[in-house]
Every structure is written in C-alpha cells, then in structure tokens.
Nanobody
Framework: VQLQASGGGLVQAGGSLRLSCAPS????????MGWFRQAPGKEREFVAV???????YYRDSVKGRFTISRDNAKNTLYLQMNSLKPEDTAVYYC????????????????WGQGTLVTVSS
C-alpha cells in the first residue's frame, strides 16, 4: 500500500494550495483518513481528519481556512488550504487506515511520504 501525496509548494502568506492523496493497493472508503504535518524541530501534529461517514475534526488553528474532503470513487483525499500563514509551513503527510476517527498519529496504519508546504511572509 502506498499513499502518494502531492500539491505542496512555495506560496506567499494569504495564498492557497490544494493537497491530494491517492492511495494505491487498497481502498480506504470504510476507514478514517487525514492530514498531519511536521515542522522542523517539532512533533507531527494532526491538521484535519475525516471518517468514512464524513465526520471531521480540524485543528483549531486551521478552522475556517482549511477544508478536508474525500472522493471515494477516486479513492482520493484532499486538503484545500486557504489564507495560508507562515506558521503553516511544514511537511504535510497523508494518513489512512484508522478504524475510528482519531487525531492520534498512532491511530493510522498507513502514511504517505509527505509534501512540503512553505509559506513566505
């Protein structure tokens, strides 16, 4: 199983990016999936997670700016990021395979390689 994340890049503060995650090898339509991020020198933290029934948790600092969505027909997870701030700079990871909706890193069995998001001030 591989999770291929894409869409990262360099953007100015206030800009937008859309991340995509396309798992291969299996489908995750019945499991929770989500996005996490890790800034240099910091621990990996959850950003947004979504269950199979589309229940969602957002990190407080991204509420109103980020939107997580999933297309089960395409087996793809998205993260639309608007009004980006320099503090959003991090490597963003796609995660999948949680049996229940959780913000805990340890709850997810499968991880992508990460995509770098850099927000300049």
């Amino acid at each position: 199983v591989q999770l291929q994340a894409s869409g990262g890049g360099l953007v100015q503060a206030g800009g937008s990016l859309r991340l995509s995650c396309a798992p291969s090898g299996r489908t995750f339509s019945s499991y929770a999936m989500g996005w996490f991020r890790q800034a240099p020198g910091k621990e990996r933290e959850f950003v947004a997670v979504m269950n199979w029934n589309r229940r969602i948790y957002y990190r407080d600092s991204v509420k109103g700016r980020f939107t997580i969505s999933r297309d089960n027909a395409k087996n793809t997870l998205y993260l639309q990021m608007n009004s980006l701030k320099p503090e959003d700079t991090a490597v963003y990871y796609c995660a999948a395979g949680a049996n229940y909706l959780t913000t805990d890193v340890d709850g997810y069995a499968y991880w992508g390689q990460g995509t770098l998001v850099t927000v300049s001030s």
